[in-house]
T-cell receptor
Framework: NAGVMQNPRHLVRRRGQEARLRCSPM?????VYWYRQLPEEGLKFMVY????????ESGMPKERFSAEFPKEGPSILRIQQVVRGDSAAYFC???????????FGQGTRLTVV | GNSVTQMEGPVTLSEEAFLTINCTYT??????LFWYVQYPGEGLQLLLK?????DKGSNKGFEATYRKETTSFHLEKGSVQVSDSAVYFC???????????FGRGTSLIVHP
């Protein structure tokens, strides 16, 4: 059973470009979470999704950021018109349901130049 | 609201020293508690967990006991190794909730 798969592992974008981060949850997991980790800071919750639904996006910036988890395929975190402040590690986690631990992917490290 | 507070890092130890990383929490209900470890350049891995008061989670020589009276879940290890150098995150998950709440993480550096 493969773990949570994120790609790419490293992504470099110029200011103003779009960044697309992909996350395939563990088999059998229908809950996906996205977190952002800035250098020297902890994990900041961004968004929680179940298949085809956004359940909680309270941690997501209102502009430029969006997330989806379609019926088929991976979850996507999309950042439009990236700025230098978006440079961070973005982690995806998945779980099979409530009250169970989340399993993390290895992250995508976004660098905006 | 729910929150997790961890001791500030970095914690710097010599090999074979005793480790304690403090974690306290505030929660509106009765959470499950977790410790995750993040090695350099990697994602978080679950290290141990406890789901109710007085439970002790343990793994790879690490232990933590769920103390309801002090709302704490301190991580301990009797003899650390250089390979334990990593960032350690304490987290809670309320019953009926889906979203874990994480502390800021504590960096551990172990010298030979």
């Amino acid at each position: 059973n493969a773990g949570v798969m994120q790609n790419p592992r490293h992504l470099v974008r110029r200011r103003g470009q779009e960044a697309r981060l992909r996350c395939s949850p563990m088999k059998g997991h229908s809950h996906v979470y996205w977190y952002r980790q800035l250098p020297e800071e902890g994990l900041k919750f961004m968004v929680y999704l179940q298949k085809e639904n956004i359940i909680d996006e309270s941690g997501m910036p209102k502009e430029r950021f969006s997330a989806e988890f379609p019926k088929e395929g991976p979850s996507i975190l999309r950042i439009q018109q990236v700025v230098r402040g978006d440079s961070a590690a973005y982690f995806c986690a998945s779980s099979p349901g409530a009250e169970t631990e989340a399993f993390f992917g290895q992250g995508t490290r976004l660098t905006v130049v | 609201g729910n929150s997790v507070t961890q001791m500030e890092g970095p914690v710097t130890l010599s090999e074979e020293a005793f480790l304690t990383i403090n974690c306290t929490y505030t929660a509106t209900g009765y959470p499950s508690l977790f410790w995750y470890v993040q090695y350099p350049g990697e994602g978080l891995q679950l290290l141990l967990k406890a789901t109710k008061a007085d439970d002790k989670g343990s793994n790879k020589g690490f232990e933590a006991t769920y103390r309801k009276e002090t709302t704490s879940f301190h991580l301990e290890k009797g003899s650390v190794q250089v390979s334990d150098s990593a960032v350690y995150f304490c987290a809670l998950l309320l019953r009926g909730s889906y979203i874990p709440t994480f502390g800021r993480g504590t960096s551990l550096i172990v010298h030979p």
